[in-house]
């Protein structure tokens, strides 16, 4: 299935022609009105360490219907996952979520750091601050997003307070 997913990429980026890169949705028609199922705002990655293959990237989702994100690509690494981070005993810890990632009906959920967030391994070319990442994102109602998260060493808004992270 992913070397398929792999090939729908380029469409899926292609089809992407909202120049707001910040933001992206999938909509379907609902007796005649179109409506956002799921909405996507706020994508970033994080650069890459020197030497290191991987790194993690944030959004924010929305779904009007309820809907799970199902998988993550990209061309830009070898592996694409959503982290559920815990911590125990005083130690944090990162899982995969291999069920995906539940978007409840009108709930708001931040990938965000400190926080779960999508993994990217095997980072193909380092990342830095400026390069754009581009991301395909499937959801359990068949929907999918392509979108370019901007390389940022800090959040958005954080700009002000670079220790925050």
Same mark, same amino acid.
């Given at each position: 299935? &992913? /070397? ?5 990429? /380029?469409? $899926?980026?292609?089809? +992407?022609?909202?120049?707001? &890169?910040?933001?992206?949705? *999938?909509?379907?028609?609902?007796? #005649? ?8 705002? !706020?994508?970033? +990655?994080? /650069?890459?360490?020197? #030497? =290191? @293959?991987?790194?993690? +990237? ?5 779904? *009007? @219907?309820?809907? &799970?994100?199902? *998988? ?8 694409? =996952? ?11 810890? =990162?899982?995969?979520?291999?069920? %995906? ?17 999508? =993994? $990217?391994? %095997? ?10 990442? /581009? ?16 390389? &940022? ?5 954080? !700009? ?6």
């Amino acid at each position: 299935m &992913r /070397p398929l997913a792999l090939l729908a990429l /380029p469409l $899926l980026l292609a089809a +992407c022609q909202s120049e707001n &890169r910040t933001a992206a949705s *999938s909509e379907t028609t609902v007796d #005649g009105q179109t409506v956002a199922e799921v909405q996507v705002t !706020d994508p970033w +990655c994080r /650069p890459t360490p020197n #030497g =290191m @293959t991987m790194t993690a +990237c944030y959004v924010t989702l929305a779904s *009007s @219907t309820g809907d &799970r994100l199902s *998988s993550i690509i990209s061309p830009r690494a070898a592996q694409s =996952m959503v982290h559920a981070v815990s911590t125990e005993g005083g130690v944090m810890s =990162m899982s995969e979520m291999p069920d %995906g990632l539940a978007l409840p009906t009108g709930q708001t959920v931040s990938l965000a750091p400190g926080g779960d967030h999508i =993994m $990217l391994t %095997g980072v193909t070319v380092p990342l830095a601050e400026g390069d754009l990442v /581009p991301l395909a994102l499937t959801f359990e109602s068949g929907a999918q997003i392509a979108l370019e998260a901007p390389v &940022r060493a800090s959040a958005p808004g954080d !700009d002000a307070n670079p220790a925050r992270h």
